[in-house]
């Protein structure tokens, strides 16, 4: 993210090892997980490296992705969520505004983690609530894309996120709680509708941060 490993470098397990000061095993994990994410590319031969982020390819996976869990959101309103599913995506809810509470007394700073796996919970139950193998199977094939899924905010660099997006947070939070009120309601198109511009805003929100990080990378030092 900060560009300590530009696009397209090779990561050698060793050294990293060696410069983190721990041991290959975490190493290792943390490759594959990045590999999951899409941040990473495993190369022909041994080793990984680098996955270079193109922004407009963002934009447009970011996209597909929003198409494909407004029909999810539009499925779960017209079956009728079950109480369990109800509830999951409710305790999401609840969490979501706790969590940011919690960041309104602490300096408008949302703890990254926290707010990354709720999110990802959010989407996930929707997604499985769905009922449909194939279109959870497109979501899969297109969340490998850099930073398209829904764990990946890239909001910061830290273990919080920086007072300035606090209020896109505070936004996507409303965002929730309205689809889950439509979901209730059995509004298909409107929770179609609101889960297409949450997703929406999260890939301008993604595409303005990351332009500002590779303008400043392409800053001369000094």
């Known amino acids: 993210m900060s560009g300590a490993y530009p696009p397209g470098e090779r990561l050698v397990e060793l050294q990293l090892a060696a410069d983190l000061g721990v041991s290959r095993t975490p190493i290792r994990l943390a490759f594959e997980e990045l590999v999951k994410e899409g941040l990473l590319e495993r190369l022909p031969t041994r080793g990984f490296r680098v996955k270079a982020v193109d922004l407009d390819d963002l934009a447009n996976a970011l996209d597909v992705r929003g198409t494909l869990e407004g029909m999810a959101a539009r499925l779960v309103a017209e079956q009728g969520a079950r109480p369990e599913v109800a509830q999951a995506l409710r305790d999401c809810v609840e969490e979501g505004w706790s969590l940011l509470e919690d960041a309104a007394a602490d300096g408008y700073r949302v703890e990254t983690p926290?707010?990354?796996?709720?999110?990802?919970?959010?989407?996930?139950?929707?997604?499985?609530?769905?009922?449909?193998?194939?279109?959870?199977?497109?979501?899969?094939?297109?969340?490998?894309?850099?930073?398209?899924?829904?764990?990946?905010?890239?909001?910061?660099?830290?273990?919080?996120?920086?007072?300035?997006?606090?209020?896109?947070?505070?936004?996507a939070q409303q965002d929730h709680d309205d689809i889950v009120a439509a979901i209730e309601l059995g509004e298909g198109a409107r929770a179609e509708g609101l889960m297409r511009e949450h997703v929406r805003r999260s890939r301008d929100n993604k595409r303005r941060i990351y332009q500002l990080r590779i303008d400043a990378l392409r800053q001369p030092a000094g």
């Open 114 to 171: 926290r707010w990354s796996a709720m999110n990802e919970k959010f989407h996930a139950v929707l997604i499985q609530a769905a009922g449909n193998p194939p279109l959870a199977t497109a979501l899969a094939h297109v969340s490998q894309i850099p930073l398209v899924g829904a764990a990946v905010l890239g909001l910061g660099l830290d273990d919080t996120m920086p007072q300035p997006e606090y209020a896109y947070i505070h936004r």
